[in-house]
């Protein structure tokens, strides 16, 4: 099999560097179709438009509210189309960027995107995750290239809730077991072929990173403290876990997801969050060592990632609903089939209970 590894043409981080998105954008066009989330724009507003100025570009500022949904896309390309932009901007969390990558390859011009969160790794990726309008996972969309530039601004991160960056270490967690199940199962990845080395080197390097330095960042930030462990997480959550997912491949930890999405309660919570117990769920699936799941499970109480089906929201029918999320991860479509090991609505439900029997016997015994 031919092995693929893609990624972002440019990927910048650093303190204030949304205030250098003018001259970042403008070799990619003079009128550029700016998406920003209704919950960035307050923060970000003053530093856009001052950015842009500066660079002597008139953009189209656009407040959306950044749901990636069919309804959504058509209205933001009619949008673009009607203002002659000639470039697609997106700042906000996973959805916007989602969102306004997706219009950029369809009216074929660039994108560049600049997470407002250090929610999930979604902004490197050629890949936009579509739900209805009920907040239910549709289907994944896979685009003809990687973002032209992500640019990351540490500053503006750091001033979201410490929540989102929790979530994006969650995101982020399954990146080595899923790079090492697409390994073993030689999966044709998102990038296109089988996993290279150095996708599975940078999977290993994001999960490391995670376990070193998570804790470390979540206090620093809810001190208000901008570290180099807070610098590193924001790295681990955007870049690596982005190029680890999609080069890498993903596997049962987001197939889970996906299923979970099924349920209204677990929409209440974040994507990152769910991810994290479906990271419980696969290494329940493959029987992993008991030191893998423990770790694991350290890592996702000290930072405080759900290892339960109740902090997901789950408290009642507890065996119908997790029958239907099991359901809805193994379709067709989804990355359940990259597991190398055979995987039943039966066996995949099974593994959401073990652990979520596990997280629970974690928090009773208080092994933290």
């Known amino acids: 099999m031919v092995?693929?590894?893609?990624?972002?043409?440019?990927?910048?981080?650093?303190?204030?560097?949304?205030?250098?998105?003018?001259?970042?954008?403008a070799p990619y066009g003079k009128k550029p179709l700016v998406l920003i989330s209704e919950a960035?724009?307050?923060r970000v507003k003053a530093t856009v438009e001052a950015s842009f100025k500066k660079a002597g570009h008139e953009p189209v500022i656009q407040v959306s509210n950044g749901a990636c949904s069919k309804k959504e896309i058509q209205q933001v390309a009619e949008s673009m189309s009607k203002n002659g932009c000639d470039s697609v901007i997106g700042i906000g969390g996973g959805k916007i960027l989602d969102l306004a990558k997706v219009v950029a390859f369809r009216n074929n011009v660039a994108v560049i995107v600049c997470p407002t969160t250090a929610s999930s790794g979604m902004a490197c990726s050629a890949l936009s995750i579509a739900y209805d309008d009920e907040g239910v996972f549709d289907e994944y969309l896979f685009l003809p290239a990687n973002p032209a530039i992500v640019l990351a601004d540490t500053t503006v991160i750091s001033q979201s809730a410490v929540r989102l960056t929790v979530a994006g270490m969650g995101a982020a967690l399954p990146s080595y077991f899923e790079a090492r199940a697409c390994r073993n199962s030689r999966a044709v990845v998102y990038s296109g072929g089988t996993?290279?080395?150095?996708?599975?080197?940078l999977a290993k390097l994001c999960m490391d990173t995670l376990f070193e330095d998570g804790l470390k960042a979540k206090l620093a930030l809810e001190a208000g403290a901008i570290t180099n462990s807070v610098k590193k997480i924001v790295e681990a959550n955007?870049?690596?876990g982005?190029?680890?997912?999609e080069s890498g491949g993903m596997a049962a930890a987001h197939a889970y997801q996906d299923g979970l999405t099924v349920l209204e309660e677990c929409r209440q919570t974040y994507y990152g969050e769910r991810v994290a117990f479906g990271t419980l769920a696969q290494l329940a699936l493959e029987d992993a060592d008991r030191s893998e799941l423990e770790q694991t499970l350290r890592f996702c109480t000290q930072v405080g990632l759900p290892v339960t089906l109740a902090q997901l929201g789950i408290t009642s029918d507890t065996a119908e609903k997790v029958r239907a999320a099991a359901e809805a991860a193994c379709a067709e479509k989804d990355t359940m089939c990259n597991m190398p090991v055979p995987v039943t609505v039966d066996n995949a439900a099974a593994a959401l209970l073990a652990a979520d029997s596990y997280g629970r016997w974690y928090q009773e015994h208080n092994c933290i």
């Open 40 to 42: 960035s724009y307050p």
């Open 242 to 245: 982005g190029l680890s997912a």
């Open 3 to 25: 092995k693929h590894f893609i990624s972002p043409s440019k990927y910048v981080q650093g303190t204030g560097v949304l205030s250098e998105l003018g001259k970042y954008a």
């Open 238 to 240: 955007i870049l690596l």
């Open 195 to 201: 996993v290279t080395y150095t996708a599975l080197t």
